[in-house]
């Protein structure tokens, strides 16, 4: 940040970069509100000389609906940042340079913020529309693959229009970057899901989603097919026999409490 800070006031660009930052602290700011409201859990929220990261830490534990808001609630802020721009360039306050400047600046971050890359905010709803049909550790894993094949034709698009858009590649490495570091850590990031559904607070879930599994199948081949949005009733076939339903923190209390890890899932139907 602050070498681009210096490299815009030696190009006498600096008020552009004030701009741009401007533009992103009310983008990101829309998702703190959002956050705020649903009494979220805000990690950080880091502010970059091309975009921002609003981070949580909720860990994929709030209704899909709710992380929908707060994901457009960033977007949403360029409808009325574009209507309040138009309207001091029509009353005069802003000169027809400035005007233009402004609306290509927040018109690139609205559009860039609605790539389908994680983790921009194109990605995250990517994401969410996987979460509706997959389990979490499915749809996180598609959502990363998705990014990396829309990340390689974001390359392939702008090797062609404009090779030279020292932005662009800086943006580009960035994604790349996040991107190889949330697939290296996607099983850390399946266990914090896991975590904070065991023993963060508790949450209201609207529906009751029935995973029906053999009683040979280990406990994490299990875990691994928990959904968000819902809670689990585990109902176990032993053969073509139905036993009685495990509630999911049964589970997650063998899991985590008493360590059994490798264990098939008949076995702590048994011990129940």
């Not at 991107?179 to 290296?184: D, G, Q, R, V």
């Not at 053969?239 to 098939?264: M, R, V």
């Amino acid at each position: 940040m602050w070498f681009l800070a210096g490299l815009a006031i030696l190009t006498a660009n600096f008020r552009e970069l004030l701009i741009l930052f401007f533009i992103v602290f009310i983008h990101e700011l829309g998702h703190g509100v959002a956050a705020t409201h649903y009494n979220w859990r805000i990690k950080q929220i880091l502010l970059l000389p091309f975009g921002g990261v609003a981070e949580m830490e909720e860990h994929g534990n709030r209704p899909l609906k709710e992380e929908l808001i707060v994901t457009l609630a960033g977007p949403l802020q360029h409808v009325w940042l574009s209507a309040g721009g138009f309207l001091l360039f029509k009353l005069g306050y802003l000169s027809a340079g400035m005007w233009e400047m402004f609306f290509t600046l927040n018109i690139m971050i609205f559009l860039v913020n609605l790539l389908p890359i994680w983790p921009l905010d194109g990605g995250k709803i990517m994401g969410l529309l996987f979460s509706r049909t997959s389990a979490f550790a499915q749809a996180h894993e598609r959502t990363l693959q998705a990014s990396f094949v829309f990340l390689a034709l974001f390359c392939a698009t702008y090797l062609v229009i404009d090779p030279l858009h020292i932005n662009i590649w800086i943006i580009t490495v960035f994604l790349f970057f996040s991107l190889y570091t949330e697939w290296k850590q996607r099983h850390f990031v399946f266990m914090r899901f896991l975590m904070e559904r065991y023993y963060g607070k508790n949450s209201t879930f609207s529906t009751i989603t029935p995973i029906v599994v053999d009683e040979k199948e280990k406990i994490h081949q299990v875990l691994q097919k928990f959904k968000r949005d819902c809670k689990h009733n585990i109902i176990v076939m032993k053969g073509k026999d139905k036993q009685p339903p495990l509630d999911e923190n049964e589970l997650l209390h063998a899991y985590f409490k008493e360590k059994l890890t490798t264990i098939d899932i008949g076995d702590i139907l048994y011990s129940y």
